[in-house]
């Protein structure tokens, strides 16, 4: 499976964004899809997840309320819907793939990853 994030860019605060994540392969609705991010100088964190059929979802607690993760099994795609944009919300956006989907919060879990893409939230 390959993976492609894109929809990042420069937000005010308070503001939203949609990031998307394409697959290649006919076997997306396999995979649990997950969001995770990086922020400069800090570990890598879980975002949000979608189990095969995107019908159980899941959040950190720094964005629960502000995102919503979907997907698309038919266009092979998975997005990241963001609202009420914060500074601290600044990182890089990285999509990935877990075969698994027994620990969807885990990065470890995850089989592919995508190369990412920069949110920047200015104040």
């Known amino acids: 499976v390959q993976l492609q994030a894109y929809g990042g860019g420069l937000v005010q605060a308070g503001g939203s964004l949609r990031l998307s994540c394409a697959a290649s392969?006919?076997?997306?609705?396999?995979?649990?899809m997950g969001w995770f991010r990086q922020a400069p100088g800090k570990e890598r964190e879980f975002v949000a997840a979608a189990n095969v059929n995107g019908r159980n979802t899941y959040y950190a607690d720094s964005v629960k309320g502000r995102a919503a993760i979907s997907r698309d099994n038919a266009k092979n795609t998975v997005y990241l819907q963001m609202s009420s944009l914060k500074p601290e919300d600044t990182a890089v956006y990285y999509c990935?793939?877990?075969?698994?989907?027994?620990?969807?919060?885990?990065?470890?879990?995850?089989?592919?990853w995508g190369q990412g893409t920069q949110v920047t939230v200015s104040s």
């Open positions: 990935a793939a877990d075969r698994q989907g027994q620990r969807p919060r885990i990065d470890s879990e995850y089989d592919y």
């Open positions: 392969g006919r076997t997306f609705n396999s995979y649990t």
